[in-house]
Structures are given as structure tokens and as C-alpha cells.
């Protein structure tokens, strides 16, 4: 019992206790640390979590005003489909009747004396 108690054992073990204190206060700042990084983590997950519904809000906005336009540009189209399809019409209608009034000019002296009675048609009579 001496011998496990001589000055050298007590050092060595004094020794190692002050070192088992020593470690575990490293233990005791890491555990700390690792604490406060997961509270840190916890938060801007939040913020991630935070962020990412107020984009999904903003994207669902987002997708029903383009849905609008989209609709609002359909819509003029259309239209604009039905005035081109009338204008056409009238472009026809005006595009035969100059190619009658060109036709009148093919016989000048028709345009100044009047058609000739072959040129009458039926219920027509010469003045």
C-alpha cells in the first residue's frame, strides 16, 4: 500500500485527475458549442423554411397573372382574328369593284357616249 501510495504514484495520479478535469472542460466547451451551432442551424432553417413560403406565395401570384395575360392575349387574338377575316372581306369587295371600274375602262368611248345597245342589259333602254 506504500508503495501504490509513494510520492511518484500520487503525482502521476494527481496528474491524471488534473488531466481527466482538464479534458472533460473541453468536453464540457465542445458540447457548448455544439449546442449553440445547433441552435444557430435551427434558425436558419427556419429562415430557409420562411423564405422558401414567402417565394411559393409569390410564385403562385406570379403563375396566375401570367394565367390572366395569357388568357387577356388569347382574347385579343381572337379578335384581332376576327377583325383581320372581316378586313379581308372588305379588301375583296373593294378589289372587285375597281376591276368593274377598270373594265368600263377598256371602251373609253363607252365611258363618254354611254354603252351601245349591245352593251344594254335586260330591262335597260337607251335615253
Not at 423554411?49 to 392575349?73: C, F, H, I, P
Amino acid at each position: 500500500m506504500n508503495e501504490l501510495l509513494s510520492e511518484s504514484n500520487r503525482k502521476e495520479i494527481m496528474t491524471a485527475i488534473a488531466d481527466l478535469r482538464t479534458m472533460s472542460a473541453r468536453v464540457r466547451l465542445a458540447a457548448d458549442d455544439l449546442a449553440r451551432s445547433g441552435r444557430q442551424v435551427a434558425a436558419a432553417a427556419g429562415k430557409v423554411g420562411d423564405t422558401a413560403d414567402l417565394v411559393g406565395g409569390q410564385g403562385e401570384g406570379t403563375l396566375r397573372d401570367l394565367s390572366r395575360a395569357a388568357s387577356a392575349l388569347e382574347s385579343a387574338a381572337s379578335i384581332g382574328t376576327n377583325e383581320l377575316s372581316a378586313t379581308t372581306q372588305e379588301l375583296r369587295s373593294s378589289a372587285e369593284a375597281i376591276s368593274r371600274a377598270a373594265e368600263r375602262f377598256d371602251d373609253p368611248r363607252s365611258l363618254v357616249f354611254g354603252p351601245n345597245p349591245q352593251q344594254l342589259g335586260p330591262g335597260e333602254a337607251r335615253r
